[in-house]
């Protein structure tokens, strides 16, 4: 039975392009992303119009190494009986995930101001398993922004 949970980073600097989140499923699991949410912290980091940045994401499939620079993160199960989750999962590595064959799954952008909300689609949530050579998936920050933001986010994702 698929469990659901999530992981998240709060009050982070951010100067660089990172993976905001990486997700690499544990043996003869799959992990589906359901949706993320990339923050600043109390959207005042960036409020006057000269200081207003659109920042681009990708949601990617196919890394095989981890990033560095940044943190593990613990998921946490969406319903409290759950079990822990088998995932390995971080946050905010500056330096990101590489090798293997990556597949952009979704681009899109990140308001300094705004922040982004996305919840993806049943049909439209990508997953990866364990069980193929391309077992990871990161949401990527590809733009540097002008100075650092404070960001705070979540990911949730199904593993089954």
């Known amino acids: 039975m698929p469990r659901v949970y999530t992981i998240q980073f709060d009050n982070i600097s951010v100067a660089a392009a990172q993976d905001l989140f990486s ?17 600043p912290v109390g959207g005042v980091d960036d409020v006057g119009d000269a200081e207003e940045e659109n920042l681009r994401l990708q949601l ?9 620079g940044g943190a593990s993160v613990t998921p946490v199960p969406n319903d409290e009986i759950d079990t822990a989750a088998g995932a390995t999962c971080r946050r905010n590595d500056t330096t990101v995930a590489s090798a293997g064959t990556a597949v952009n799954c979704w681009s899109g952008g990140l308001n300094v101001r705004a922040g982004v909300p996305y919840m993806l689609p049943e049909k439209m ?7 193929t050579a391309s077992n990871r998936i990161v949401l ?10 404070l960001f705070s986010g979540t990911l949730w994702f199904e593993e089954a």
């Open 60 to 68: 990617i499939r196919g890394h095989t190494t981890a990033g560095s």
């Open 125 to 131: 949530q990508p997953q990866v398993t364990n069980a």
């Open 140 to 149: 990527r920050m590809l733009s540097t922004p002008a100075d650092a933001v």
């Open 23 to 39: 997700v690499a499923p544990a043996s003869g699991k799959t992990v589906k992303i359901l949706g993320f949410n990339i923050d």
